[in-house]
């Protein structure tokens, strides 16, 4: 038996504004800390022992778990974070990156159409919210809510015009005459939310025999899981020739519907009408952007067989339906990849 030190902390964190003197700007600083809560000892058997945690209310946070080999000198840890439910996000209004960014959060980030999007808002007492929807072109949705001291909850439903994905943009006022707390006047934040319409997703099904005869008859046959109508083609394509550039398998959905990037930009005067500080604030300056990588930028050129490609199509079933086709391979011993790529 071995005995081992259990020791909890609590994080916590702490901001707040530095300014040299009077002619620079003011910076925005944070610091994060540990707090030793409780220490425990804990006998081991077998190299293994148990410890029950128990956080009481309102006590919640985020803490910091280590297990320490007094003797040996090992120490391991892990970081958890306890709440209640309902209340899971409360930690958010404590923490922002910057001073005047509001974090605020979800029910879940991925959404089917017709379910219910929950935003829950850390808020002051009296002040208001403009929730704007945004997608990648434009504003689908505003709403002005008031906001109650603790946090705030908004509820809408997930409509099929958000898919593949919109934005929940919201900007936050407080009372100007408040001094509950020393936040900004204004505060503003943004959240994806992925949406998908399933009336949108087609899943084609093939049925054919596992293996099959060069330079005889043979059959395919597809369909669509659910019964839809759909307009497809059919590819029978080398595998060899498939691997030599990686290739997989088209997903037009996945194309189509890819996510897509905040396209619409906001601008307000509420600092210079609204502002309740008397000094320079550094604004919050974001760097984004990024390229995609060709993993594909020398391929690699063979021609040492003629390789085995076959299109068919394209073709169309009605709902409900399946249908099956006919087709010959030419002289060839390998593996060879069916693919059916379909649209409504």
């Known amino acids: 038996s071995k005995t081992v030190q259990i020791e909890v902390y609590k994080t916590q964190w702490r901001w707040w504004w530095e300014q040299d003197n009077q002619y620079t700007y003011a910076n925005f600083t944070q610091n994060q800390y540990?707090?030793?809560?409780?220490?425990?000892?804990?006998?081991?058997?077998?190299?293994?022992?148990?410890?029950?945690?128990?956080?009481?209310?309102?006590?919640?946070?985020?803490?910091?778990?280590?297990?320490?080999?007094?003797n040996g000198g090992h120490v391991t840890g892990k970081s958890v974070y306890v709440d209640w439910p309902g209340w899971a996000q409360r930690e958010q209004g404590a923490n922002p990156t910057e001073a005047s960014m509001l974090s605020f959060t979800a029910n879940k980030e991925k959404f089917i159409v017709g379910e219910d999007i929950t935003l829950t808002i850390p808020t002051g007492k009296d002040g208001r919210a403009l929730i704007s929807i945004e997608n990648g072109s434009r504003v689908l949705k505003t709403f002005w809510i008031d906001t109650k001291a603790g946090q705030t909850q908004y509820k809408f439903k997930a409509e099929k015009d958000m898919a593949p994905n919109v934005f929940a943009n919201i900007t936050l006022l407080q009372p100007h005459a408040q001094t509950v707390n020393d936040l900004p006047i204004r505060m503003y934040g943004a959240i994806p939310l992925s949406v998908e319409d399933p009336q949108t997703i087609l899943k084609p099904t093939i049925k054919m025999l596992d293996k099959i005869k060069p330079e005889r008859e043979n059959t395919?046959?597809?369909?669509?899981?659910?019964?839809?109508?759909?307009?497809?083609?059919?590819?029978?394509?080398?595998?060899?020739l498939l691997d030599l550039t990686r290739?997989?398998?088209?997903?037009?959905?996945?194309?189509?519907?890819?996510?897509?990037?905040?396209?619409?930009?906001?601008?307000d005067l509420f600092d210079y009408v609204l502002g309740a500080w008397g000094g320079n604030l550094e604004r919050i300056l974001s760097i984004g952007g990024d390229g995609s990588i060709n993993k594909n930028l020398n391929p690699a050129k063979a021609n040492r067989f003629k390789?085995?490609?076959?299109?068919?199509?394209?073709?169309?079933?009605?709902?409900?339906?399946?249908?099956?086709?006919?087709?010959?391979?030419?002289?060839?011993?390998?593996?060879?990849?069916?693919?059916?790529?379909?649209g409504q």
Do not use: C
């Open 34 to 70: 540990n707090k030793l809560v409780e220490t425990h000892q804990v006998n081991l058997s077998n190299g293994k022992g148990n410890w029950n945690l128990r956080i009481d209310e309102p006590e919640w946070g985020r803490y910091l778990i280590l297990v320490r080999d007094v």
């Open 220 to 240: 395919i046959t597809v369909g669509e899981q659910n019964g839809k109508a759909m307009t497809y083609t059919i590819a029978l394509v080398d595998e060899g």
């Open 247 to 267: 290739f997989k398998t088209p997903d037009p959905h996945g194309a189509f519907y890819a996510r897509e990037g905040l396209g619409v930009k906001t601008w």
């Open 307 to 342: 390789a085995v490609v076959k299109f068919m199509g394209p073709f169309t079933v009605g709902k409900g339906e399946s249908k099956t086709h006919k087709f010959k391979l030419p002289q060839y011993i390998g593996a060879v990849r069916a693919m059916v790529v379909a």
